[in-house]
Nanobody
Framework: QVPLVESGGGLVQAGGSLTLSCVGS????????MGWFRQAPGKGREYVAA??????NYEDSVKGRFTISRDNAGNTVYLRMNDLKPEDTAVYYC?????????????????WGQGTQVTVSS
């Protein structure tokens, strides 16, 4: 059983918006820190944002444009992306880990979704 399933990717023009969703199983979602990562063509996977039960954290390049939120009742985490830029083009992955440091460093014990493609045209 895949614990995390993303959706919501697509093609959008620069300046546009998209909202990504990630549904997790109850066991994974309720007690884990949830995060989003992305991997652009030819580059490594990089951290985007994370959310605990009480706080959020963002990578500098997305601050003020992206918003991460979670619906615990629906076992869903969202990434609202506004003012999208061509450099935001990437496969976006949902991830979960009980520890923020281990999540951000993509260390063992992290669950991953299969990814959803976001393409921003100029």
């Amino acid at each position: 059983q895949v614990p995390l399933v993303e959706s919501g990717g697509g093609l959008v023009q620069a300046g546009g918006s998209l909202t990504l969703s990630c549904v997790g199983s109850g066991r994974i979602f309720s007690s884990y820190i949830m995060g989003w990562f992305r991997q652009a063509p030819g580059k490594g996977r990089e951290y985007v944002a994370a959310i605990s039960s009480s706080s959020t954290n963002y990578e500098d390049s997305v601050k003020g444009r992206f918003t991460i939120s979670r619906d615990n009742a629906g076992n869903t985490v969202y990434l609202r992306m506004n003012d999208l830029k061509p450099e935001d083009t990437a496969v976006y992955y949902c991830a979960a880990n009980p520890d923020l440091m281990r999540l951000r460093r993509q260390l063992g014990g992290t669950y991953w979704g299969q990814g959803t493609q976001v393409t921003v045209s100029s």
